[in-house]
C-alpha cells in the first residue's frame, strides 16, 4: 500500500509538473495585475485558450488565437473578467484607459552636477602620527560609498563643515559623532579625531566628495511644462554604484569634443565639455532608478523636433529601431539599432530590451555603445519606445535599455 501511495504521489507530482508547462496554464497564471491602455490604441498579450472574456460591449476586447486585444477609445477604467472552463471564476484584471502620452526625443549631450544630501566617503586616507599610520574611520566602521548626514547631531553640507566639526572635537579630546547612511540603514559611528604633527590640524582619516558631475543624453522633454527625464539609470556613489540622494542641482548643455571607442572588457566614452546654457539649461530636482528628472528653462536648441507618442512595454518589439545622440559637438544623429529581445514588464524595471548597434558609423567611430550614452532615446514605428542605460563590457555592440513609459510614468516627472 505504501509503494502504490508513494507511486501515486510521484505521478500526481509529475502530473502537476507537466501541466504547468502547458501553454493554456501559464498564460492563466502569468496574467497581468493591471493593464493600461492609451486611448485610441491597442495592445495584446497572451491569453489563455481555458479561460472566457466577460467584458462590457462598448469596449473592445476579444480572444484570437491565444492572444487577447484590448483597445478603448474614451479614457476610463474597466474590469475584464473570466472564467475557467466557463464555470469557475478567474482573477479580475482591471483596465485603465489613458490619455495619450507624448514626449520630445532628446539626445543632446548634457552635462550634469548635483548637490548630495550629505558627503559621500571615496576612500580613506590614513594619518601619519607618532610614526605610524593611523585609520580612525575605518576603525569606528565608515566604508567607502558610506553616506555622512550629521556630524555631533547636526547636518553636514559641505566638507567645510565636517573639518569644522572635526577640529572642535579634536580640541576638546572628544569622539565625532557622525550620523552615516550606509548601504542598509542610518547609524551613528564615533570616531575619535588624531592630530597631524605635519599639517597641524585634526584629521578623521576619510576623503569626502559633496556633490557629483557628469556628461550624459537628454532622453525626453515635455514641450508644455518642460519637464524632462534624462540618463535613464540613476546617478550612484561611484564606489558600491548605489543611488545618491540629492538636495538639486543644474543641467546645461555640453558639446563633445572626442570619443574614445569602446573594445572587448573596456568602456568607451564620449569626451565633453561644458557648453553654455543658450541651448540646454535647466533644474534637477530627483535622482532615480531612471535617473534625473527636472525641469528646463527653455526648449532646447535648435528647435523643431515633434512629440512622439510614448510606447507601452508591450508595443515594443524585436526589430530595426534607431537611437538618437551625439557623437560630436551638439549636433543629434539617428543612429540605426536592432532591438534583439524585449523582457514583458508590467511594474518598473531598468532592464526592458536588449539591443545592438548595426550603424556603420557608430561602430565606426564608437565601437558600439560607450559612456555618455546613457539616456540616448530609442525610436522605434514612430515611438519614443526607450532609453539605452548599459553597455554588455564583454560585447560593446549590445547594451540594455529601459523602457520610455516607466520613465515618463515617474512620480518626479508628472
Known amino acids: 500500500m505504501k509503494n502504490k501511495a508513494r507511486i501515486g504521489g510521484v505521478l500526481g507530482a509529475a502530473f502537476i509538473v507537466a501541466l504547468g508547462f502547458l501553454q493554456p496554464v501559464r498564460a492563466s497564471i502569468n496574467l497581468p495585475r493591471a493593464v493600461i491602455v492609451p ?151 564615533y570616531v575619535k579625531p588624531i592630530f597631524s604633527p605635519t599639517q597641524q590640524i585634526w584629521h578623521i582619516g576619510i576623503i569626502v566628495q559633496g556633490g557629483a558631475t557628469g556628461v550624459g543624453t537628454l532622453t525626453f522633454y515635455n514641450p508644455k511644462t518642460l519637464k524632462f527625464a534624462a540618463l535613464g539609470h540613476s546617478i550612484t556613489d561611484g564606489l558600491t554604484h548605489t543611488p545618491i540622494k540629492i538636495t538639486g542641482g543644474r543641467l546645461t548643455g555640453a558639446r563633445i569634443v572626442g570619443v574614445v571607442a569602446g573594445t572587448r572588457n573596456s568602456p568607451g566614452q564620449k569626451i565633453g565639455v561644458l557648453a553654455n546654457g543658450q541651448n540646454i539649461q535647466g533644474e534637477v530636482n530627483h535622482n532615480g532608478i531612471f535617473g534625473i528628472t527636472g525641469s528646463l528653462t527653455h526648449k532646447p536648441l535648435p528647435g523643431g523636433e515633434k512629440p512622439l507618442p510614448i510606447a507601452l512595454p508591450d508595443q515594443v518589439h524585436p526589430g530595426t529601431a534607431h537611437i538618437l545622440t551625439v557623437i560630436k559637438g551638439q549636433k543629434t544623429q539617428l543612429f540605426s539599432i536592432r532591438i534583439l529581445k524585449t523582457y514583458v514588464q508590467w511594474h518598473p524595471h531598468t532592464k526592458g530590451l536588449l539591443l545592438q548597434v548595426t550603424d556603420p558609423q557608430l561602430l565606426s567611430r564608437a565601437g558600439g555603445i560607450i559612456q555618455g550614452m546613457s539616456g540616448s532615446p530609442i525610436i522605434q514605428d514612430g515611438r519614443l519606445v526607450g532609453a539605452v542605460t548599459h553597455v554588455l563590457l564583454s560585447h560593446p555592440t549590445l547594451g540594455y535599455g529601459c523602457y520610455a513609459y516607466w520613465m515618463v510614468k515617474q512620480k518626479s516627472f508628472s
Open 39 to 189: 486611448s485610441g490604441q491597442r495592445i495584446s498579450f497572451p491569453w489563455s485558450r481555458w479561460l472566457g472574456v466577460k467584458a462590457s460591449s462598448a469596449k473592445r476586447v476579444f480572444v484570437k488565437s491565444g492572444v487577447i486585444h484590448i483597445r478603448a477609445m474614451v479614457p476610463g477604467h474597466f474590469v475584464i473578467r473570466s472564467k475557467l472552463w466557463g464555470w469557475i471564476p478567474w482573477r479580475p484584471l482591471p483596465v485603465d484607459v489613458t490619455s495619450p502620452l507624448y514626449e520630445v526625443p532628446g539626445g543632446q549631450s548634457i552635462g550634469v552636477a548635483v548637490k548630495t544630501e550629505g558627503l559621500v566617503v571615496q576612500g580613506y586616507a590614513p594619518i601619519t602620527a607618532e610614526g605610524r599610520k593611523l585609520d580612525p574611520a575605518r576603525e569606528a566602521g565608515i566604508d567607502p560609498g558610506d553616506v555622512i548626514i550629521q556630524a555631533n547631531h547636526r547636518l553636514v553640507t559641505s566638507s567645510q563643515a565636517l573639518q569644522k566639526a572635526v577640529q572642535y572635537a579634536g580640541k576638546k579630546h572628544r569622539n565625532l559623532a557622525l550620523g552615516v547612511e550606509g548601504a542598509r540603514r542610518f547609524h551613528l559611528r
